[in-house]
Structures are given as structure tokens and as C-alpha cells.
């Protein structure tokens, strides 16, 4: 396998209203392309941005040689914006960063050195988080409930943030899933992989394109992609309201016959029937998740519509 001194490397950027500050992310790079003598490509895919930033990316395409754009027709969401830039790469190493220089280029060298020493994949691990509190609680708590119901191992605190031997991504392309969980799919693959501990920066400027709405989603599908856990817990959840009705059940029956009194409790009635209403519909709408995405799979889709491209043949 090549080392990083004589091999390509590709650089796949999900870009999102990051006009401002776009050129100082490529600068960045420009940076460490130079200082380490890469033979580099970096492909900014555009999911949809609002703002400028195809403009920004056609006008430093024009001034790096090296910089190629994508822009998808629409907002398809973060991990089909990578994905996407991963069935362009040409690279023997492939990285993933985000457009905020919040996983900085200076970074890179440091990551592509475990490849040269061995290692299909390094993957950041963050150390700290730059960010609200509730954020990081939410993280925390997401990541650790992911790895107890995952039957797949994804380390806690791990992020998109990666650099990868080609064959890791020519494999990852393999699964055509329609909602992808990328860090999840990563950990499936296998290969020798290897976490390395970093401190995440602020965002350079502007605000998150990860809405409430958007990290939900990349929630859900970690947790419907990776685990069996949620289809299980009706079962569970339906057995102990089964036990729960009979004990109840023998308590009517014992109020009215045995003590002959009669049965008083509408409230209860109502709690109770609530209760199990509820119960029911949460499960319904367990069940819809799944097959909802079996539905998105067997309509064979293309995972993304691709408007425009710079420099890519």
C-alpha cells in the first residue's frame, strides 16, 4: 500500500451555507497540501445551500486547481452529502471534514500517519466539545444508549471525522442504504480501525447547520440502522402490560365475587385505558420506522440528485 508521501488523497467536504467562510477552510488545506507535498483533490459537495456557497466553491475551483464541486439539487441532509462525495473520490486515502474548521486540516497529517503505519481507518474521538451544554449532555447520552443496544461497537464521542484507505470506502459504497449512518457503517465494516483523541474547535463563524430537526434524524437512523432493540422492546413492553391486565383482572374479578361489592373505579378505567392507547400507538409508530425504511429501500431510489459539477469528469 502507498504511503501518504506518494499517494492521492482525497478530501470530501459536506458544505451548507458556508459562504463566509469557505476560502478559510481551502486555505487551511492549501497549507498542509503544500507543506506535505500532497497530490490532493478536495470535492465540497453542496447540499442545497441557501446562500452562496456553489459561487464560493466555482470561484475557488478557478483558483485551486485541485478543488472540485458537487451540487445536489436539494437538501438531502449531511451523511448523503458525504456519501455522495465519497462515490467521487479517486484518492488511496480518503478523509471527511466538516466546512467549519471545527476538525481542522492541521489534523490530517497527524491522522493519515496510523494509515501509513498499518491502519485501515483513524476516526476522531472528541475530547472536548466547543459547544452548549445541552448539546454535549444530548451527545453523551445518545452515544451511550447507541452502544448498549447496537450490536455493532461505535466508539462514544466519534464523529464523521475520519481518514480511510481507499478500499475502506470502496466497500462502505457497497451498502446502498437510503438513510445511511455513516459513523455506524464505518464500525460495521470492520478492518483495522483506530480512535484518536482530539480537541474539537469552535465553529469558525456562523451558526450549526444541524437543526434539532436534523439531529433527530441522524439519531434515529443510528439507532434503527444498528440496532434490533426498538422492534424487541414492543414484545417486552406488551408482555409486561399482558402481566399487568391479569393481575388487574384477577383484582376485579375478586372485588365483585368475592367481596360482592360493586365495582367502582371509572377513573382507573380511564388511567388505565390511556395508558395502554398510548402504549400501543408508541408501538405503532415503532413499527411504521421500520418499515418505513424498508419501504425507502425497495423504491431503489438514487440516494441523490446531482444539479451541477466542477472539475469532476
Excluded at 500517519?113 to 491502519?119: C, E, K, Q
Excluded at 373505579?265 to 411504521?288: E, H, K, M, N, Q
Excluded at 431503489?300 to 446531482?306: D, H, L, Q, T
Aim: net charge positive; glycine share 6%.
Amino acid at each position: 500500500m502507498p504511503k501518504m508521501n506518494n499517494c492521492k488523497i482525497s478530501i470530501v467536504v459536506p458544505v451548507y451555507n458556508s459562504a463566509l467562510f469557505l476560502n478559510l477552510l481551502i486555505e487551511a488545506i492549501d497549507v498542509e497540501k503544500h507543506k506535505n507535498n500532497w497530490d490532493l483533490e478536495v470535492i465540497l459537495v453542496d447540499d442545497g445551500s441557501k446562500d452562496q456557497s456553489f459561487s464560493k466553491i466555482d470561484e475557488l475551483a478557478t483558483k485551486y486547481s485541485y478543488v472540485k464541486g458537487i451540487k445536489l439539487s436539494r437538501n438531502f441532509g449531511h451523511q448523503i452529502a458525504v456519501k455522495t462525495g465519497l462515490t467521487y473520490c479517486a484518492g488511496d486515502y480518503v478523509a471527511i471534514i466538516d466546512d467549519d474548521l471545527q476538525d481542522p486540516p492541521s489534523l490530517l497529517p497527524h491522522f493519515f500517519s496510523y494509515l501509513d503505519s498499518g491502519y485501515d481507518v483513524a476516526f476522531g474521538v472528541r475530547q472536548k466539545r466547543k459547544e452548549s451544554y445541552v448539546k454535549k449532555i444530548s451527545y453523551s447520552v445518545f452515544y451511550k444508549i447507541l452502544k448498549k443496544i447496537s450490536d455493532t461497537e461505535i466508539q462514544l464521542d466519534s464523529g464523521d471525522f475520519c481518514v480511510m484507505k481507499k478500499n475502506v470506502v470502496v466497500n462502505m459504497l457497497k451498502l446502498q442504504e437510503k438513510n445511511p449512518f455513516l459513523r455506524g457503517i464505518r464500525a460495521w465494516l470492520g478492518f483495522k480501525q483506530i480512535g484518536v483523541e482530539y480537541e474539537r474547535s469552535a465553529r469558525v463563524q456562523g451558526e450549526s447547520g444541524y437543526t434539532l430537526k436534523k439531529l433527530l434524524k441522524i439519531a434515529k437512523d443510528g439507532v434503527f440502522s444498528f440496532s434490533n432493540v426498538p422492534i424487541r422492546l414492543i414484545t417486552i413492553l406488551g408482555s409486561i402490560g399482558f402481566c399487568f391486565a391479569v393481575i388487574y383482572s384477577v383484582y376485579i374479578i375478586y372485588q365483585s365475587f368475592v367481596n360482592l361489592i360493586p365495582v367502582k373505579g371509572y377513573a382507573s378505567l380511564t388511567v388505565i385505558i390511556s395508558f395502554f392507547s398510548s402504549l400501543i400507538l408508541i408501538c405503532l409508530g415503532i413499527i411504521g420506522e421500520y418499515i418505513v425504511r424498508i419501504y425507502d429501500e425497495v423504491r431503489n431510489r438514487p440516494f441523490s440528485v446531482i444539479e451541477e459539477t466542477i472539475n469532476i469528469l
